[in-house]
């Protein structure tokens, strides 16, 4: 069983590392005197649907990493981390006043949830008084019905007895 259990793990980190994609690893050179932005780290190139597979005619287009191996010069890196800052400025001016907005949203939210609560409270109150009016009322209606039946059995009685006395 020991055997078993250790050939399977094995055989399962010789699978998984023989899956795994190797991390690569990207040098720069320093050169005196000139700036270069770092390269990005090197990504295998992802397998496509071939056209004549597919049955469609594709167009090529020239991959980012293509674009990102030509050589910038400091104005177009100073200009290219000028408009990234500028986007980043609006990115967060955005945010900012969306948070606002949230904000403001949140507390509208909270004062209606607190009046639908008073509203809630007041027509529990409303409706356990209503309970307890319709069960007075009924009590009354019962009442009030035992007293007529008490009545008529009284006014009943006392006719049949005074029939009967007659009769003698």
């Known amino acids: 069983m ?3 259990v250790k ?4 055989l399962s980190l010789i699978c998984s590392m023989a899956w795994a994609e190797p991390t690569p690893q990207t040098t720069t050179p320093i ?3 000139t700036t270069v932005a770092p390269l990005p780290p090197q990504v295998a190139p992802k397998p496509g649907i071939l056209s004549a597979v597919a049955g469609a005619n594709t ?3 020239p991959s980012p990493q293509e674009k990102e191996n ?3 010069t400091a104005e177009q890196i100073a200009k290219e981390k000028a408009s990234q800052d500028a986007k980043v400025k609006a ?3 955005d945010q900012a006043t ?3 907005q949230l904000e403001k949203a949140n507390l509208d939210a909270l004062a209606q949830n607190q009046e639908l609560q008073l509203k809630n409270d007041s027509l529990g109150v409303q409706v356990q008084v209503l309970q307890s009016e319709a069960s007075a009322q009924m009590f009354l209606y019962g009442a009030a019905t035992i007293a007529i039946g008490v009545l008529l059995g009284f006014f009943i009685a006392s006719y049949i007895y005074t ?3 007659r009769q003698w």
Do not use: A, N, W, Y
């Not at 050939?7 to 094995?10: A, D, E, K, P």
């Open 2 to 4: 020991r055997v078993v």
């Open 91 to 93: 990115m967060v001016k």
């Open 31 to 33: 050169t005196q005197g």
């Open 70 to 72: 030509k050589v910038l």
């Open 7 to 10: 050939s399977l793990l094995g």
């Open 59 to 61: 167009i090529v287009q």
């Open 163 to 165: 029939k009967r006395r």
């Open 98 to 100: 969306r948070l606002q």
